[in-house]
């Protein structure tokens, strides 16, 4: 028996809802991988700033993923070890930061440091933002910290992580993917903290609510063209805290 008229319609109207929201599902994950594979050639065009004095006071050594190399930043000098080398010009700074870097990954960097017989003052850890992203497992991360903040002990006087922030804030991630990755940058900052505190390390945690909340407002000023690095402005925000944090003097 053939359908009633009116009941035909609202199939044909039902039929064009689903394709239309379809299509709109299919058009909003084409335009996130677009803008993933587009955060991944922006993160290979970043520099590092590194400075390399001979009569050096400070020596400072700058780790981890692309936070580290200043991502973002509309200049290196823009970015946290450039903030850095601007109110210190006697420290000696190096930069061995990778775009890409996991946990994992910063423990490399840290053993090549210590087997080339350099020793530090203070090492600025940035990592852990890519392993939100990866959803790295919670138990191998936290051994993976573990053996990170023993290198680190090894290598420098004083460590501080600067950790990653809430990247359910980030541009690049719509919902329901922006709410995974506020669930996922929480609990890897709980691993990261606990593993910091284990290891008198002092951990400076960007998902904490004070943070989120300053980045909540017109959260896209504060990240690059990108929608996932931050901006130089962010760079400034997040040095500053840190300075705060570890009760540095005022620069002369």
């Keep these: 028996m053939a359908s ?3 009941l035909r319609n609202v199939e ?17 994950m084409a335009m996130f991988w677009r803008g993933i594979g587009r ?4 993160a290979k065009a970043g520099r590092r700033f590194e ?3 001979s009569a050096r006071g400070a020596t400072v050594l700058i780790l981890g ?3 580290g190399v200043g991502v973002g930043a509309t200049r290196p000098e823009e970015s946290v070890a450039g903030l850095f080398a601007a109110d210190y010009p006697d420290a000696d700074i190096i930069n061995v930061a990778a775009s890409g870097t996991r946990v994992a990954d910063a423990i490399t960097q840290a053993r090549r440091c210590c087997e080339a017989g ?3 003052d203070l090492a600025l850890l940035h990592v852990g933002g890519i392993d939100v992203v990866a959803d790295t497992p919670l138990h191998r991360l936290a051994d993976d910290c573990d053996i990170l903040m023993r290198e680190l002990g090894r290598l420098a006087a004083r460590t501080a992580w600067l950790g990653p922030p809430d990247l359910g804030l980030a541009p690049l991630f719509p919902r329901p993917y922006a709410w995974v990755m506020a669930s996922r940058s929480r609990a890897v900052s709980k691993v990261f ?6 290891h008198n390390v002092l951990f400076v945690d960007f998902s904490a609510p004070a943070h989120v909340a300053y980045f909540s407002k017109r959260r896209r000023a504060h990240f690059a063209v990108d929608g996932f690095h931050p901006n130089s402005a962010s760079y400034k925000y997040g040095y500053a805290v840190a300075r705060q944090m570890l009760g540095l003097d005022q620069p002369g």
């Design 193 to 198: 903290s606990a593993a910091a505190a284990r």
């Design 65 to 67: 993923d692309s936070t």
């Design 118 to 120: 350099l020793r530090f």
């Design 4 to 6: 009633p008229p009116k």
């Design 51 to 53: 400075r390399r004095l």
């Design 39 to 42: 955060a991944r050639r922006f």
């Design 12 to 28: 044909k109207a039902v039929l064009l809802l689903m394709s239309a929201a379809l299509a709109g599902v299919v058009l909003e």
